[in-house]
């Protein structure tokens, strides 16, 4: 039997990012929704901008199959959230896969660049009762809020996430309307729509379960 070679195998991140480990996966479960995060290389990180976010949300909707639906998601500085629905591992694997190999051509074709985009594994958290899955909304659509909000950026209660699918989003308090009106007006005039990045969620969680927690408003920030 021989030896491994010295310095074989995949190397250890040295920048300070930690790897996620391969441990082992909790069971998903086909009725419960899943917070899921994508990290970016550092020197594509800085993608919540216009020139982007039509690839993205192209990417995004490309992603969509069978077992597998990303129903709410953000772009943040260096990764994005989702909140999808799968049938299970295997297709949630296969689905973020296809969704990065995405993204990498998106981002590295507006860059004028080859190399990594994606920057380590995904991570993936089951959302299991109606408040997980709120929370999970909150912190997906209104991470953005928080951000801004900790750099001493002010900003009007009714201001919603351009970089989002904010307004293509049917769980807002009514008094969202004219916020979701005007979001709609702006990416009309940039991009078109983010409609066809969601897909109708079909768990009784993410379809209704979460709502008896109450409405998303446009002013709520993600808990610490």
Known sequence: MGWAAEGAGRKKKTDGKRMHPHAKRVRIKGCEPLHVTLRLEEEVADVRRWRFFGSIVSSIAGAMRAGFRICAWSIQGGHLHLVVE??????????????????ARAINRVLSRRGRVIADRYHARPLSTPSEVRNALVYVLQNARKHLAQRGVALRRDWLDKFSSAAAFEGWSPGAARAIERLRAELGARIGTVEGSVSPPRTWLLRTGWRRRGLLATAEVPAA
């Open 86 to 103: 799968s049938s299970g591992w295997k297709a949630l694997s296969d689905a973020v896969r296809g969704l990065e190999i995405r993204l």
